[in-house]
């Protein structure tokens, strides 16, 4: 079983930036292929970046391309996302999310293991 706890969600200004956290219980963080989607009300759960289990391989959505960073600390079982210029459109709930696997997942319901989340507000 895996648990996973996100942090460093808040309020921002539009050009501002944030990290998101999402540390990972247990000792299967390794073998983890990770992502982070967002949510906002009425619209189904969208990828914004997917990375391998070792970092070797990393996806990004159109839409945050040149702005946002995955990356992850396997010794610390924690996955980032670096959120930089940030968009009155990136307000969303961020969710991150694990599957037991050497491969890049970038399939919603292929996911095993979700946070709970953690809100991301850009005011304009």
């Known amino acids: 079983q895996v648990q996973l706890v996100e942090s460093g969600g808040g309020l921002v200004q539009a050009g501002g930036s944030l990290r998101l956290s999402c540390a990972a219980s247990?000792?299967?963080?390794?073998?983890?292929?990770m992502g982070w989607f967002r949510q906002t009300a009425g619209n189904e759960r969208e990828l914004v970046a997917a990375?391998?289990?070792?970092?070797?391989?990393?996806y990004y959505a159109d839409s945050v391309k040149g702005r946002f960073t995955i990356s992850r600390d396997n010794a610390k079982n924690t996955v980032y996302l670096q959120m930089n210029s940030l968009k009155p459109e990136d307000t969303a709930v961020y969710y991150c999310?694990?599957?037991?696997?050497?491969?890049?997942?970038?399939?919603?319901?292929?996911?095993?293991?979700w946070g709970q989340g953690t809100q991301v507000t850009v005011s304009s």
């Open positions: 999310a694990a599957r037991i696997t050497m491969l890049t997942i970038l399939n919603r319901i292929e996911y095993d293991y």
């Open positions: 247990g000792r299967t963080f390794s073998r983890l292929a």
């Open positions: 990375i391998s289990w070792n970092g070797g391989s990393l």
